[in-house]
Nanobody, 125 residues
């Protein structure tokens, strides 16, 4: 069974940076497309970013493109989300997600099979 555990959230001022980490246990990490979604209070879940199994390709939501960068270390079974120039509207719970059925990173949240428990990111303006 796959388990995902996020860390690295916190409180940061607008314009600041945070780096989220997510570790996977239980299965072959390199066989999964990994990604991130977020959910702000009172809002629907939103796709943020995803990265191909070998790290060769990233996709991003338009709202974070140019500010967020996803990376992974298959040897450590870790995926990361570097978030720069944070804005108040980035405040949300961020979840690590994993999918095995798709050939390429997907914007569709329904394509991902596993979620972590989330880490809170709060950006003060």
């Amino acid at each position: 069974q796959v388990q995902l555990a996020e860390s690295g959230g916190g409180l940061v001022q607008a314009g600041g940076s945070l780096r989220l980490s997510c570790g996977m246990s239980g299965r072959a990490f390199s066989s999964y497309v990994m990604g991130w979604l977020r959910q702000a209070p009172g809002k629907a879940r939103e796709f943020v970013a995803a990265i191909q199994r070998d790290g060769s390709r990233n996709i991003y939501a338009d709202s974070v493109k140019g500010r967020f960068t996803s990376s992974r270390d298959n040897a450590k079974s870790m995926v990361y989300l570097a978030m720069n120039d944070l804005k108040a509207e980035d405040t949300a719970v961020y979840y690590c997600i994993a999918g095995t059925s798709m050939a390429d990173p997907s914007y569709r949240l329904s394509d991902y099979d596993y979620w972590g428990q989330g880490t809170q990111v709060t950006v003060s303006s």
